[in-house]
């Protein structure tokens, strides 16, 4: 089977542009999970989803940050605009049970460089 | 809430030595425990989870962990690393939610 696919893995874009990193999950799993990871901060819970249904977003660092789950296949981050400060690696993750108790699965992360 | 403290930001051990890394956690029920390593330019892979039952869980990798509730500790050890072990070490803990909270992160490093 093949893990959560995350498109692009390397993003490198101006200032103000806006970008949209996607995730694939894992066939037949319920939750998705999007994590940023900085030196700074670690890896951070931004928002998670249960049956493409938002249910968490209270770690969306602001407006300019928003995330979709329009099927159970495929899900969506974008900000826009964005800005240096949002450089970082960005994962999504995906389980198949409620995720505090059962292991997340992850993907390779997209590495988000804004100049 | 929950947290979960990893004290060592940096272990450096040589190649062929044991391996403990610290972990403490904070939560005010039974918790889930996990350890998960990420590889440079990789995702997180779990490596071991502690739920119930028997408090010394092995893991991939020769990796185990022992849960200790007294000291709210769960502890990762290696009796013999590899150099193929230098990397990121991650514990987490989970509960009554949806959510994994992360610790911060050790960094492994190996001398040869």
């Known amino acids: 089977d093949a893990g959560v696919i995350q498109s692009p893995r390397h993003e490198v874009t101006e200032m103000g542009q806006e970008v949209t990193l996607r995730c694939k999950p894992i066939?037949?799993?319920?939750?998705l999970f999007w994590y940023r990871q900085t030196m700074m901060r670690g890896l951070e819970l931004l928002i998670y989803?249960?049956?493409?249904?938002?249910?968490?977003d209270s770690g969306m660092p602001e407006d300019r940050f928003s995330a979709k789950m329009p099927n159970a296949s495929f899900s969506t981050l974008k900000i826009q605009p964005s800005e240096p400060r949002d450089s970082a690696v960005y994962f999504c993750?995906?389980?198949?049970?409620?995720?505090?108790?059962?292991?997340?699965?992850f993907g390779p992360g997209t590495r988000l460089t804004v100049l | 809430a929950q947290s979960v403290t990893q004290p060592d930001i940096h272990i450096t051990v040589s190649e062929g030595a044991s391996l403990e890394l610290r972990c403490n956690y904070s939560y005010g029920a039974t918790p889930y425990l996990f350890w998960y390593v990420q590889s440079p330019g990789q995702g997180l892979q779990l490596l071991l989870k502690?739920?119930?039952?028997?408090?010394l869980v092995q893991g991939i990798k020769g990796f185990e962990a022992e849960f200790k509730r007294s000291q709210s500790s769960f502890n990762l050890r290696k009796p013999s690393v590899h150099w193929s072990d230098a990397a990121e070490y991650f514990c987490?803990?989970?509960?009554?939610?949806?959510?994994?909270?992360f610790g911060k992160g050790t960094r492994l490093h190996i001398l040869p």
């Open positions: 502690y739920f119930s039952g028997d408090t």
């Open positions: 066939s037949g799993h319920d939750y």
């Open positions: 989803f249960n049956n493409n249904v938002p249910i968490d």
């Open positions: 993750a995906s389980s198949p049970l409620a995720g505090g108790l059962n292991e997340q699965f």
């Open positions: 987490a803990v989970g509960g009554g939610d949806d959510k994994i909270i």
